[in-house]
């Protein structure tokens, strides 16, 4: 019996990947190279500090340690204005009358995400009232596809991994759900979602009981 329900962040509640991606490109032209968005692909779901030794591989750039975190400092920097001046019109079509009907069918909801802005982005869209619980990149130490964001949220709402549905729009994360035996449900048209049990396009138009049914 499905009891909660748990929701990435970016991609799935607000698509913040696109100021990731200013963010990422600005520091790669600083370097001398260009960065594509098809290349920003490959950092959805992806920890911090991953993304930019997978940014760094792309410009075939070798640094050392001390550099890396000046560099991932100077991205974050610069994302964190982005999303500093986000608003409640950036949350992602459907999602606040999912998570209404979510809250009035007493399913327990939390957020399980691998940024460690998670919770300024709540702030900015206003959304922090509908989760019992924020798991984000501060409170874990293993990035997806490891599941401890989940297993962590589940713990924390006191459900078992497979009382809950896990909503990811990145393969990494979809992973980490089919890892710790929780149902996924992909969201988005990505190719990579397939080891989701389901994919939707986004939220809008999606029934809760609807999912539930063809998931239990
Ligand atoms: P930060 P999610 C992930 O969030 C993003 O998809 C990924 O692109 C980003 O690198 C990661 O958070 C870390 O973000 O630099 O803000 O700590 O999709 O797991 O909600
Ligand atoms: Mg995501």
Request: with cysteine; proline share 3%.
């Amino acid at each position: 019996m499905i009891k909660a329900l748990i929701f990435d962040l970016d991609g799935v509640i607000t698509d913040t990947a696109k100021y990731h991606y200013l963010a990422w490109r600005e520091l790669a032209l600083g370097l001398g190279f260009d960065f594509t968005e098809e290349q920003n692909e490959q950092l959805k779901g992806v920890s911090r500090i991953k993304s930019l030794e997978i940014l760094l591989e792309i410009g075939g750039i070798i640094v050392d340690e001390d550099i890396m975190e000046q560099l991932a400092d100077k991205k974050n920097t610069r994302y964190v204005e982005f999303i500093s001046k986000m608003t409640p019109d950036e949350i992602l079509p459907g999602v606040v009358d999912f998570l209404k009907k979510a809250k009035t069918e007493e399913y327990k909801i939390g957020i399980g995400s691998a940024s460690k802005n998670a919770q300024t982005i709540l702030n900015r869209i206003n959304l922090n009232s509908y989760f019992d619980v924020v798991i984000d990149g501060t409170k874990v130490h293993k990035p997806k596809p490891d599941p401890e964001v989940f297993f962590k949220a589940a713990s924390e709402l006191n459900v078992k991994p497979e009382e809950c549905i896990v909503f990811e729009d990145a393969e990494a994360g979809i992973e980490a759900a089919v890892n710790g035996g929780f149902h996924s449900v992909g969201v988005g048209n990505s190719k990579s979602l397939g080891s989701a049990d389901y994919t939707i396009s986004g939220f809008e138009n999606v029934l809760i009981e609807d999912l539930i049914k063809l998931i239990e």
